[in-house]
């Protein structure tokens, strides 16, 4: 008994030793203990703690009578390396994504790139828009919650984001994962059509799924973000942030990969001519597609607040 156990690592848990052969299988057992009852997937946390080959097994012993299930690495400050490996060879199937505390433009440009191509050759990294580890998003306020949603969102890998309870409700009171949060249920104030929109747009747009890439093709000054979306054969969809949730700013962009000229707002469903840098309000966002390639029309949901026009 005591050879399994090497130190306590947190209150509630214990580093178990994963070198015995017995300790792996009963391992293994216990997850497919929970498939059997109905579970269909697991948030492995810490997970890069465990070693790749037990992951291995594990994934594989599981799989042999569930293949459906879902594995995802929460693996938020491990070693990358670490993640590329459970992922490739270990066959976890995501990972969370470190987008929620990219914060500026900045940072923007030094991670997404990374995390596009983490995604690409080793499997989906996932956006989520905040986690139990930080304060919640209206703590920031209103604006600033609606911004970092649907970055998370139009950022994602082929469509792959989350949010936790209490988000679409601006919910401000942190997350205890030991405790009954309130989740500011049912406020009047909230964004839940704006993420009934954003779904919409992931799930009818071909730019969030499949083969499509993502690039960040911003240029001009100011905390601002534009990256582009695109997919063979299909017009590109362009997606236009102010990150200053205090001032208005203007976004510039590589012309040669979204040309000027009519283009339609696929959240606020109106037009919007484009002729030069684009004017957003604190914390505004847009998603543009050519005005002919336009395929989201949301005609049942309440317009999006906010305004944009050509500067």
Partial sequence: YTTLFRSVKWADLVELEYSHPELRAYMADVFLFWCRNGVDGFRCDAGYMIPAETWEYIVARVREEYPDTIFMLEGLGGDLRVTDRLLAESNLDWAYSEV???YDRGAFE????GAIARSE???TLVHFAETHDNDRLAKGGETYAKLRVQLSALLSWQGAWGMANGVEWFCREKIDVHGKNDLNWGAKSNMVELIAK???ILATQPSFE???????VTRGDGNTLAVVREKAGLSPVLVLANLDCQKEAHVEWDLRRFPAGDAFD???QRKVAVTGPVRLAPGEVL?????????AKVAQAAP???AAGAG
């Fill in 198 to 200: 954003l779904n919409f």
């Fill in 110 to 113: 030094w991670y997404l790139p």
């Fill in 121 to 123: 050759k080793y499997g």
């Fill in 304 to 306: 999006v607040d906010g």
């Fill in 100 to 102: 929620f505390q990219t």
């Fill in 210 to 216: 499949g083969a499509s890439h993502l690039e960040i």
């Fill in 266 to 268: 696929l959240i606020t």
């Fill in 287 to 295: 998603c543009l597609a050519s005005r002919g390639a336009a395929r």
